[in-house]
């Protein structure tokens, strides 16, 4: 157990929808990772948030937006859904001093998302 | 990004040691080599990190080259538990808040009975 939790688990929707995912981080981590891993093009990193605001951004696509609350956890939102979303979708959380922790990350189960 | 290679699968025979190889041969002084692990759809999982010297945990050793140009991480008892997808990633971070994990195809390694 890493002590990040993601939520649903899974998650079946049809395309043109709109979903949001959710991430709790391990507790007195500060910095939340989004990745997508799909069968063609593996992991990849979607988007970071450091203390509520947005610190990087990877091949995030328009449509998907993210943010960190106060209280640390993120959600990440997709809309206008097509078949090709269909992933699994992963949060992540490091501690926040020195810099080679920060890319000890943490992840949670996923979430594995299918659109139809 | 800089970018390491490994071989897409490997063997190994429970119990015996697994060692995984990986080069990184543009990597710079100030990046680490960092190894994680992907158990069947589950979350990656990190296993250890090094920069110069080699390294131990309770999970496995990491052997750094002395040009820092390959690694190799070892797994000195191999469980079937440890069939997993394992990537070698330097760390590439870009004006102090990048820190993002850059994940290639890593090596399927099956440890098998």
């Not at chain 1, 688990?9 to 500060?30: E, F, M, N, Y």
């Not at chain 1, 097509?82 to 001093?97: I, P, Q």
């Not at chain 2, 797994?75 to 538990?81: E, I, K, N």
């Amino acid at each position: 157990d890493s002590g990040v939790t993601q939520t649903p688990k899974h998650l079946i929707t049809a395309t043109g929808q709109r979903v949001t995912l959710r991430c709790s981080p391990r507790s007195g981590d500060l910095s939340v990772y989004w990745y997508q891993q799909s069968l063609d093009q593996g992991l990849q990193f979607l988007i970071q948030y450091y203390n509520g605001e947005e610190r990087a951004k990877g091949n995030i696509l328009e449509r998907f937006s993210a943010q960190q609350f106060p209280d640390l956890h993120s959600e990440l939102n997709l809309s206008s859904l097509e078949l090709g979303d269909s992933a699994l979708y992963f949060c992540a959380s490091s501690l926040s001093t020195g810099r080679d922790i920060h890319f000890k990350q943490y992840f949670g189960p996923g979430t594995r998302l299918t659109v139809t | 990004d800089a970018k390491t290679t490994q071989p897409p699968s490997m063997d190994c025979a429970e119990g015996r040691a697994a060692n995984l190889p990986c080069n990184h041969s543009t990597i710079s002084g100030n990046e680490y080599v960092y190894w994680y692990r992907q158990i069947h759809s589950q979350g990656p999982q990190y296993i250890i990190h090094g920069l110069k010297n080699n390294e131990t945990n309770e999970m496995a050793s990491l052997i750094i080259t002395e040009d820092r140009k390959s690694s190799t991480l070892i797994l000195p008892h191999a469980t079937l538990r440890d069939t997993a997808v394992y990537y070698c990633i330097d760390s590439r971070g870009s004006g102090g808040s990048n820190y993002k994990l850059t994940f290639g195809k890593g090596t399927l390694l099956t440890v098998n009975p």
